[in-house]
């Protein structure tokens, strides 16, 4: 796992999780490289290797191991600037959420790597013109998920001109592959009034139109009558929700304003798909 090729020049902060990889193993700790930083030299201590006893800290750390650390000292008075790192303060919930970020950030810097090469730029240009807007947001990533669907305009929206924005946008199409879910239910409605149809149609028609968050759909379909099967698909698990939460209570308003007998709506299951 290598140093990423835009990194940042600022120091890290008391606190915050780093990726570093262990390049010597003494008894007394281990000295590490940053892999987000350009100012990159970090030192682990013998005491903060691990929450248990450890006789030898080499069966813990091994060199070109890169384990997710925590800051617990930045010295900027010294001669060079020493920083200091614990493993055995990171929660595990911690390392997977770093860990997680820590491979969409090198992707999302992959892509733009590869997108410099085939302009024929160099890395320097690439940062000025691409990287420099995309790492104001915490997760670049999800800038080049976004153009997949909706095209460049997310990209051009940073500030990133039309040449670079339309490259980028090829090159991520390669990489990306956006996983759609999909929410499943069965809605059985009856009514036994003389325009029962007109009345079913409007519940039904009213459902399929109902305003989404982009790039979700509501599709309603029937498979039998009194019986309608309602897909919702999105890129996003909690606009899919939000999406069924309201069509279930647009279904109890519907039901009482058009006087239907019964109506009964029963959710299936939740589907990830490509």
Known sequence: MSALP????????????????VDKVFEYGAYCTLLEYEISNAFIPWSEVSAKYVKDIRDVLKEGQVVIAKVIRVDRKASRV???????????????????????????????????????????????NVW?????????????????????????????????????????????????????????ITTYKPDGVERIKKVLSHIQNMPTPLNTKISVYTIGSPR???????????????????????????????EIEHVDLVREEVEKGG
């Open 6 to 21: 835009f990194r940042k020049k600022s120091l890290p902060e008391v606190s915050e999780l780093v990726i570093a990889r």
């Open 82 to 128: 020493q920083v200091d790192l614990s493993i055995k303060r990171v929660l595990e919930g911690e390392k997977k959420v770093k860990m997680l970020r820590w491979k969409r950030m090198q992707k999302a810097q992959k892509i733009v790597e590869l997108t410099a090469k085939n302009l024929g730029k160099s890395l320097e240009e690439a940062y000025k």
């Open 132 to 188: 420099s807007k995309l790492e104001k947001i915490v997760d670049p990533l999800s800038v080049f998920e976004d153009s997949i669907l909706v095209g460049v305009e997310p990209l051009i929206k940073l500030g990133i001109s039309e040449e670079w924005g339309k490259a980028l946008y090829d090159e991520a199409k390669k990489h990306i592959s956006i996983k759609m879910v999909k929410i499943r239910s069965i809605l059985k």
């Open 228 to 258: 309608y099967r309602i897909e919702i698909m999105s890129p996003n698990y909690k606009d899919a929700e939000s999406i069924f939460n309201q069509i279930e209570t647009e279904l109890q308003r519907l039901v009482r304003e058009l």
